[in-house]
């Protein structure tokens, strides 16, 4: 997944950890919200790892 924009690696970090609270409080059996759980935390991972490459990066 290509990102179009590059968080910052603490935005991304706390970006994945706010969505990641929220799918852990999601009711297991409702079928949307999980399905929304699963791509929101797939875009926060695509972030975060981003993030991580950009800082690499620049530290070079």
Known sequence: MKLAFVPSLQAAIVT????LAQAEAADIHDHDRI???HASLTVCLAALL???DAEREASR
């Open 16 to 19: 994945g950890r706010a969505y």
């Open 35 to 37: 399905v929304e759980s």
């Open 50 to 52: 981003a993030a991580l």
